[in-house]
């Protein structure tokens, strides 16, 4: 870590309650018609829920309240011009089982939770019958909030066992030697991998389950190579690669489910492989190495900050600790709570790129503000259980 940027941290506290960019994102999000986490009122709101938590305030319960009911009003209108997404309908049933109580909502929302309930068993299972499986557009989106929340997941244990992609199927390349099941975490086998484990920590007794947990052990340690490029130790196919450290597609999050894979399974020489693994790639703290250039959460600064706090919890070692203490200082040294957001009509893809939770500047707050209160919930986006 250079003096430069750890002096400049240290000396930049990040303005809580007072930020003009947070007083900006609860502006705009009046105009978003979108409603899921990462990209959707959802983000914001979550925002809001970390500023309540964080002060207690009534003023910031009440804005809370009311992002959620803004995002509760647009998935259920039924003038809406396209009906809500699959995505949408998910990630705010995820929402408000993490925090219609601290929002003092819990009754009020229970029919429309029930509802929801129904609604995404049967979308799951309509995504399975078309072979429509992705984890965040098809099937396995309800099945990781059905995991999660369902008062039983042992009723969709078949559907979900036969719906996984097989071992063999993991072999499998395309044309142009990438892998037909892509490895990121966010639509491909580090999910799958991810998803087995919330199985058998819920169900521990399912051996076909631990079967298949094994197998993809395997194959996600078939997939590592030598540092071939940029330390990067998983690609996707290619000699190239992508050798970025991101949670969404790199090696953060493709390591972590190995890691946490192995753990739940006792395989001691795999934990050890992931671990060395993830040791490395704590030591990739440049953009030539990693890909970061902002403070974006999804491939940036904020996104390693709370990925390695996480891990240094997880595991206990303070290599770990140190590379997240990295990423913080970084993630503040280039925070701007003064930055000028331009406003829109429509919350198209440069509108969320500019505000949302996974590409928007407020990263470094966010992170921060949870880390001092609940982080589950923002851990959750991004699978870190």
């Keep these: 870590m250079s003096t430069t940027v750890t002096t400049l941290a240290n000396q930049v506290s990040l303005p809580h ?85 601290t929002l003092e909502l819990s009754e009020a929302v229970t029919p429309l939770r029930e509802m929801l309930h129904q609604i995404l068993v049967k979308r799951m299972n309509i995504c399975f019958e ?24 042992h009723q969709h244990l078949k559907s979900w066992l036969e719906a996984l992609p097989t071992v063999e199927a993991l072999a499998e390349r395309h044309e142009d030697g990438t892998y037909k099941v ?3 975490l966010s639509h491909g086998l580090a999910f799958y991998a991810l998803f087995v484990c919330k199985v058998l920590q819920r169900c521990p007794e399912v051996r076909a389950f631990q079967r298949r947990g094994k197998g993809y052990l395997r194959a996600l340690r078939r997939r590592s190579v030598s540092a071939r490029r ?22 953060m999050g493709i390591l972590y489910a190995g890691l946490q894979l192995a753990r739940l399974l006792g395989e001691t020489d795999e934990v050890e492989f992931f671990t060395d693994a993830l040791l490395h790639t704590a030591g990739r703290r440049t953009p030539e190495n990693t890909a970061i250039t902002n403070n974006s959460l999804l491939y940036g600064r904020s996104g390693a900050w709370l990925f390695f706090d996480h891990l240094n919890k997880l595991t206990g070692i303070n290599t770990f600790a140190e590379t997240a203490a990295f990423w913080r200082a970084e993630a503040i040294a280039h925070y701007d709570d003064q930055q000028i957001i331009e406003g829109f009509d429509h919350y198209d893809y440069p509108a969320m790129q500019r505000i949302s939770l996974f590409e928007g500047p ?19 986006t991004f699978y870190l259980l």
């Design 230 to 251: 940029y330390g990067c130790y998983y690609l996707e196919g290619k000699a190239r690669g992508p050798g970025r450290l991101c949670l969404a597609y790199g090696d």
């Design 130 to 153: 078309k072979q429509e499986l992705d984890p965040y557009t098809g099937g396995f989106q309800p099945a990781w909030y059905l995991l999660l929340y369902g008062p039983d997941c």
């Design 17 to 101: 309650q007072d930020s003009a960019l947070t007083r900006r994102l609860f502006e705009l999000a009046e105009n978003i018609d979108r409603y899921d986490t990462g990209f959707g009122l959802n983000g914001i709101t979550m925002l809001a829920v970390c500023r309540y938590l964080n002060s207690g305030a009534s003023a910031d319960l009440a804005i809370a309240q009311n992002l959620c009911l803004q995002a509760i009003e647009g998935v259920t209108d039924p003038q809406r011009t396209a009906a809500a997404t699959l995505v949408e309908i998910s990630e705010l049933a995820q929402f408000l089982a993490s925090h219609a109580e």
């Design 182 to 184: 892509a490895t990121g």
């Design 362 to 380: 407020q990263g470094p707050l966010l992170v921060d503000l949870a880390l001092r209160t609940t982080p589950t919930s923002l851990q959750s």
